[in-house]
Nanobody, 127 residues
C-alpha cells in the first residue's frame, strides 16, 4: 500500500493551469526533503521542484517561472502549482518524501536517506 499518494493530474490544453497535491500517510521523519519529479515517455525521471532539508527550493530550468512548489504548514502535504502548461510537460508526476536518518553509533553513525515515493499522477497537455 502506498504511503505517499498524489492527485490532481488530468488532461489540459496548452496554456492552461493545473494543481497537484500529495500527502504522506506514512511515518514522518525529523529531517525530510520533499519534491516533485516527472517521467515523460521514453525519458528518464527528472526532478521538477524540490524543497530541500534546509527549505531551499530548486526548480528545473524547464519549469522555472511557471511551476511553484509549496507545503501546507503543519501537514504532510505537498503542492505543485503548474501554470502555462506546455505539451513538453506531459508526464507522470511523482511525489517523494526523502527522509534523512542517522545510523546508531554501533553502526558507524553515518547518515543515509530513505525515499518514499508515490505511485504517480498523469498529466497530459494537448495542443
Amino acid at each position: 500500500q502506498a504511503r505517499v499518494v498524489e492527485s490532481g493530474g488530468g488532461l489540459v490544453q496548452a496554456g492552461e493551469s493545473l494543481n497537484l497535491s500529495c500527502t504522506n500517510f506514512g511515518e514522518v521523519f525529523s529531517m525530510e526533503s520533499r519534491g516533485w519529479y516527472r517521467q515523460a515517455p521514453g525519458k528518464q525521471r527528472e526532478s521538477v521542484a524540490v524543497i530541500g532539508v534546509g527549505r531551499d527550493i530548486r526548480y528545473a530550468d524547464a519549469v522555472k517561472g511557471r511551476f511553484t512548489v509549496s507545503k501546507d504548514p503543519g501537514k504532510e502535504t505537498l503542492f505543485l502549482e503548474m501554470k502555462n502548461l506546455q505539451v513538453e510537460d506531459t508526464a507522470v508526476y511523482y511525489c517523494n518524501f526523502q527522509a534523512l536518518e542517522r545510523r546508531s553509533l554501533s553502526e558507524g553513525g553515518t547518515f543515509y536517506t530513505i525515499d518514499n515515493w508515490g505511485e504517480g499522477t498523469e498529466v497530459t497537455v494537448s495542443s
